[in-house]
């Protein structure tokens, strides 16, 4: 089964840019175990990188050196297809009635993790999905709705920004994993 990991912003700031621990700790997860990060567009955009350039990587102090290496993919741009745009919708509904901070937004960034999530599973049959967050809102979008559409091999992990490392463990990134 193939394992991709979708990561927001504020997991790779609470990281840190390379070189560091816990940078290295993500490196060697992801290749000892041969799972896969995709990186949203947004989310690289977000991070310093210029997703639409004609050579990547291209500016990320966060991903760039990762993305040479191999172990971190810029995700295809979400298409709209109905499926997708529906759980985007949804998914934002659900995070602006989490939010209790009349000054807290929902943003496109945000949405894009669920896009990539969807259209992943709407391209491969034999998937499982983890998405990683910092932002509760997102995080009880994606538990919420991505199930609500029939895809139930997804887990979806939160840790505030300042806890990130209690992310860092193989069980993490490898749920799904199975050797065939």
């Known amino acids: 089964m193939r394992v991709v990991n979708v990561l927001d912003t504020g997991i790779f700031h609470g990281i840190g840019k390379p070189p560091s621990a816990a940078y290295d700790d993500l490196e060697t997860i992801i290749t000892e175990h041969t799972v896969e990060i995709q990186l949203p567009r947004p989310i690289y955009a977000e991070l310093g990188g210029d997703p639409t350039a004609d050579q990547q990587p291209s500016g990320s102090d966060y991903v ?5 290496d191999g172990w971190i993919d810029i995700a295809a741009p979400v298409a709209d297809s109905e499926p997708v745009d529906a759980t985007v919708q949804d998914a934002r509904h659900v995070m602006e009635s989490a939010i209790t901070h009349g000054k ?14 969807m259209q992943l599973f709407e391209r491969a049959e034999n998937i499982h999905v983890n998405l990683f967050t910092t932002d509760l809102p997102l995080q009880q979008a994606a538990a919420a709705v991505v199930p609500s559409y029939g895809y139930y091999d997804f887990d979806v992990y939160f840790a505030p920004p300042q806890s990130v490392s209690t992310l860092l463990h193989p069980s993490h990134f ?5 050797s065939e």
């Open 64 to 68: 760039d050196q990762a993305i040479r």
């Open 104 to 117: 807290t937004a929902v943003f496109a960034e945000d949405h894009s993790l669920i896009g990539v999530t």
């Open 174 to 178: 490898t749920a799904g994993y199975r």
